[in-house]
């Protein structure tokens, strides 16, 4: 009897564990940090940017991690910007292109938050 309850125990933790280790596995992998954002650089277009954050525009936070909000501020860009914005947990930035889809200038926020344990892990794995 003990035998089985030991063998369910682990049937549950190793099933419980594998639901986990996919879910991380297919949960976005984003490179939005204040790092990468400052190799963006006048005259990139999107997709060299996409290409640098490895995910399209949007917000990649948690619903625990809304202590950080992008604002944009027009008099702080050129005229005539479409903005995009990229947003994790420590970082937003806030892009300008022009009409040809380049790079006008960027803005970056960036909290006192560190990156979560999962960043952490991630960038061990180099993943």
Not at 109 to 126: C, E, I, M, N
């Amino acid at each position: 009897m003990r035998k089985r309850l030991s063998i369910a125990a682990a049937v549950m933790v190793g099933v419980v564990g594998l639901a986990y280790g996919v879910a991380w596995w297919f949960a976005p992998v984003h490179r939005i940090t204040p790092d990468t954002a400052k190799k963006i650089h006048e005259g990139m277009t999107r997709a060299e940017v996409e290409a640098i954050f490895r995910v399209p525009p949007g917000d990649y936070r948690s619903p625990d991690d809304a202590n950080l909000v992008a604002w944009q501020n027009p008099d702080a860009f050129p005229s005539g910007c479409s903005f995009e914005v990229w947003q994790a947990r420590n970082v937003a930035v806030s892009v300008c292109f022009d009409q040809d889809g380049k790079v006008l200038s960027q803005a970056i926020g960036a909290t006192g938050d560190g990156p979560s344990w999962l960043d952490r892990v991630r960038r061990f794995l180099h993943l």
